[in-house]
Nanobody, 121 residues
């Protein structure tokens, strides 16, 4: 079994900062890509940022320059540093990881259950 559990969400004022964390635990042989998506009320889930095992990153245009994704491979953890947040950043944030559980197994996509970020104006 593999689990991803997000933490760090909450209420923040516009212009403030938050740091989300998402450790992966359980039967893990290796982790490839990791990342964050978000879903605002009444909207579809959208990509926020991704990071490869080698550290290459990709961001949605809406967060470029404000959010930073990083990972600690020793801790199987992905982070999202959110700076200069805006009310439109309000959403449930979900982390994911592409994980190989045992040698020779297929890569599987695992998701956390989400953490709510609310940005007040």
């Amino acid at each position: 079994q593999v689990q991803l559990v997000e933490s760090g969400g909450g209420l923040v004022q516009a212009g403030g900062s938050l740091r989300l964390s998402c450790p992966a635990s359980g039967s893990i042989f290796s982790i490839n890509g990791m990342g964050w998506y978000r879903q605002a009320p009444g909207k579809q889930r959208e990509l926020v940022a991704t990071i490869t095992s080698g550290g290459s990153t990709n961001y949605a245009d809406s967060v470029l320059g404000r959010f930073t994704i990083s990972r600690d491979n020793a801790k199987n953890t992905v982070y999202l540093q959110m700076n200069s947040v805006k009310p439109e950043d309000t959403a449930v944030y979900y982390c994911y990881a592409n994980i190989v559980t045992t040698p020779g197994a297929y890569v599987m996509n695992y998701w956390g259950k989400g953490t709510l970020v609310t940005v007040s104006s």
